[in-house]
């Protein structure tokens, strides 16, 4: 993500979207699951909490996996060998290493740096939740291999499966090197592999090489929805929306002949297809394929179910970035209702549509309603997450946006500075968001200095 330089005229507030992680969105096994949630902002970034699978995690984490290869499933025990504190320290390793080729990068290697490097800090600051992520990603893949048992090399399969048990992503990719030459593998196994690369690569936080290796393996296989979606889901987050965009229609072509219109994968191209489309600044198209998302997932799951509510969340905020905030509160009050149902009062998700309903309020105009949404937003994160949070600061801070609106400015002031205070905790005081929370405060005292020279 990209900041300004440039002071802000007027307080940054922010809005988040619901999306769900990459290796959900892309049907990794997994299908519609549960979202996560995305903040997008112009200036403040959002740090990102995760709701992912619930898995029983001790240092080496274990559970029960179930294979599904339409012959019958098969369940097994999964332990994968990689503790929380090592997890975290591979994180920092990454950071150091990216920090270090950003000082001598080119302006095009730089912007990817800078989103991996920002992803590497949002994961650092919860680490515990991009563990559990980490750990299902793993066990995604293990039970993914199993089910290719009888189809490719079996001896270099075992290996793979292996390394991928160690969390030894290295010796898994120099294995997977081995079945993309070998001469005895089928093109679906050769494609496999390559796929297979690109999810632990993009795990290592290793864009282009991720984009690489899905790309080879979308060619090879170029009616596999997974292979073309995982290479969309790169593209995009690479900002090169056109290929995104390219990859994500034959992913969506393929799905629509599989299995046709009501089916929980369609919906998620359809999806991702729309936050494509609303990156690139084209509303209405993003808009209709939310739309049809929508009427899909409205289909297969009904009312309320987390998919629905996000992508309500979505068009909510498609049409907040169209400028028609109505529509955008409609759409979010269905989310919050949906959301509510579904999960009760102290969830992420309940936070993250009421901070965005106080956004859009803001933008109308109406302080109180914003304050009133922003207030409820915070209270629920002070619940679930603590003090000492990146959300709980990015509420505070747009609760100080509305004060500031309302012309209240040392409320704003209040507000700000408890935001600032936790950001410079968590974050340092060099970071792009303090240092934005920073400005916002500096433009209210500046307006309440010019207040009190009048009087």
């Given amino acids: 993500m990209h900041y300004s330089k440039s002071a802000a005229k007027e307080p940054v507030s922010q809005i988040e979207h619901n ?47 179930t294979v599904h290869t339409g012959s019958g499933d098969i369940n097994q025990q999964i332990t994968v060998g990689i503790s929380l504190a ?49 750990v299902a990603e793993l066990k995604s893949q293990i039970v993914r291999l199993e089910s290719l048992k009888g189809a490719v090399n079996s001896a ?25 030459v070998s001469e005895q593998e089928t093109l679906e196994a050769i494609a496999e592999a390559s796929y297979q690369r690109g999810v632990i690569a993009n795990s290592d936080i290793r864009y282009a090489d991720a984009f690489q290796h899905f790309q080879k393996a979308a060619r090879l296989s170029p009616d596999n929805s997974l292979y073309s979606n995982a290479a969309g889901l790169v593209a ?11 990859y994500f229609e034959q992913a969506l072509a393929s799905d629509l002949n599989t299995f046709g219109e009501d089916h929980p994968s ?12 609303d990156s690139k600044g084209d509303y209405d198209k993003a808009i209709g394929y939310f739309e049809q998302a929508l009427a899909s997932g409205l289909n297969t799951f009904g009312e309320d179910h987390p998919s629905v509510a996000t992508t309500r969340n979505n068009l909510g905020l498609a049409w907040y970035s169209k400028g028609d905030y109505d529509k955008a509160i409609g759409y979010l009050e269905q989310a919050l209702a949906s959301d509510l149902n579904t999960f009760g009062e102290d969830h992420p998700s309940v936070a993250t549509t009421r901070s965005n309903l106080g956004l859009t309020w803001d933008r109308k105009g109406d302080y ?8 409820q937003a915070l209270a629920i994160d ?22 500031y609106g309302k012309g209240d400015y040392d409320k704003a002031i209040g507000y700000y500075e408890q935001a600032l205070q936790t950001l410079t905790k968590v974050l340092g005081d060099n970071h792009p968001s303090t240092q934005t929370i920073y400005k916002n405060m500096v433009l209210a005292k500046a307006k309440l200095a010019r207040i009190n020279q009048k009087d």
């Fill in 86 to 134: 090592e997890y975290e320290t591979r994180l920092k390793h990454r950071e150091a290493e990216i920090t270090q080729q950003l000082h001598d990068a080119h302006r095009q290697e730089k912007s990817i740096l800078e989103v991996q490097l920002q992803e590497l800090q949002n994961k650092l600051l919860d680490s515990k939740a991009s563990y559990d992520e980490y």
């Fill in 156 to 180: 270099l399969l075992e290996s793979a499966k292996k390394a991928l048990l160690n969390a030894d992503s290295q010796e898994a990719d120099r294995l997977f090197a081995q079945f993309e």
């Fill in 266 to 277: 369609v919906a998620i191209r359809r999806n991702n297809l729309g936050s494509a489309w």
């Fill in 368 to 375: 109180d309603k914003a304050i009133g949404y922003f207030e």
């Fill in 19 to 65: 999306s769900p992680p990459w290796w959900q969105k892309a049907g990794v096994l997994q299908g519609l699951a549960a979202a996560i949630i995305t903040a997008i902002v112009a200036l403040v970034v959002a740090y990102y909490p995760n709701k992912t699978p619930s898995v029983i995690v001790s240092n080496s984490d274990t559970s029960t996996s």
């Fill in 236 to 246: 995009n987050t690479l900002s090169d929306y056109d290929k995104a965009i390219g």
């Fill in 382 to 403: 002070l619940n679930t997450l603590g003090e000492d949070h990146p959300s709980v600061a990015i509420r505070r801070n747009n609760l100080g946006s509305s004060w």
